[in-house]
T-cell receptor, first 120, second 113 residues
Framework: NAGVTQTPKFRILKIGQSMTLQCTQD?????MYWYRQDPGMGLKLIYY???????DKGEVPNGYNVSRSTTEDFPLRLELAAPSQTSVYFC???????????????????FGQGTRLTVV | AQSVAQPEDQVNVAEGNPLTVKCTYS??????LFWYVQYPNRGLQFLLK??????LVKGSYGFEAEFNKSQTSFHLKKPSALVSDSALYFC???????????FGAGTTVTVRA
């Protein structure tokens, strides 16, 4: 099983450039997340999605955009890259039963291997 | 709003001694709770979770955690630490009435031989 696949693994951008970080999962998970990890800061949630066509902002959405046109794919777009966006980016997916379901259930989140982005 | 606190940036233990990594959480409803481990330059690996049922949860590599609702805690434990347990550990929470999955800042565990 491929699980969660992120591309690229590494990227160097110049200030003002744009790029898309790709994320795809093959587990038919409804929830998908984008996080950034900075040293000593843990993981900060950028955007998340609870299903195709539905996205919402996390803690640190400024400078990013997402879309979720299919269950499998959840790309993260950086417009006008800034040095503050230098970070390691992780995509994750999980399955959760709908709210109000009689038996609560949520799988663990499965993570991709990360994209190390440097903006210079 | 939900949040997770890992009060210790670093935990140092000798090999063979018990290991505890602390986690407290805040949610408005009931929580889903998770522990992950990260090795250098790697992604996050799942260790264990609490969804419902028994408060004591057993996971991978001999780790376990106890859900304590009154203390809003979910501490990770291992009876006998190994040098190979040295890594960065994250606690995460999701309120069952919310969609976001929130992580703590992480605790670096160093196990000395």
């Amino acid at each position: 099983n491929a699980g969660v696949t992120q591309t690229p693994k590494f990227r160097i951008l110049k200030i003002g450039q744009s790029m898309t970080l790709q994320c795809t999962q093959d587990m038919n998970h409804n929830y998908m997340y984008w996080y950034r990890q900075d040293p000593g800061m843990g993981l900060k949630l950028i955007y998340y999605s609870v299903g195709a066509g539905i996205t919402d902002k996390g803690e640190v959405p400024n400078g990013y955009n997402v879309s979720r046109s299919t269950t499998e794919d959840f790309p993260l777009r950086l417009e006008l890259a800034a040095p503050s966006q230098t970070s390691v980016y992780f995509c994750a997916s999980s399955y959760s039963v709908p709210r109000g379901f009689p038996v609560p259930w949520n799988t663990e989140a499965f993570f991709g291997q990360g994209t190390r982005l440097t903006v210079v | 709003a939900q949040s997770v606190a890992q009060p210790e940036d670093q935990v140092n233990v000798a090999e063979g001694n018990p290991l505890t990594v602390k986690c407290t959480y805040s949610v408005s409803g009931n929580p889903y709770l998770f522990w992950y481990v990260q090795y250098p330059n790697r992604g996050l690996q799942f260790l264990l979770k609490y969804i419902t049922g028994d408060n004591l949860v057993k996971g991978s590599y001999g780790f376990e955690a106890e859900f304590n609702k009154s203390q809003t805690s979910f501490h990770l434990k291992k009876p006998s630490a190994l040098v190979s347990d040295s890594a960065l550990y994250f606690c995460a929470v999701r309120d069952i009435n919310d969609y976001k999955l929130s992580f703590g800042a992480g605790t670096t565990v160093t196990v000395r031989a």
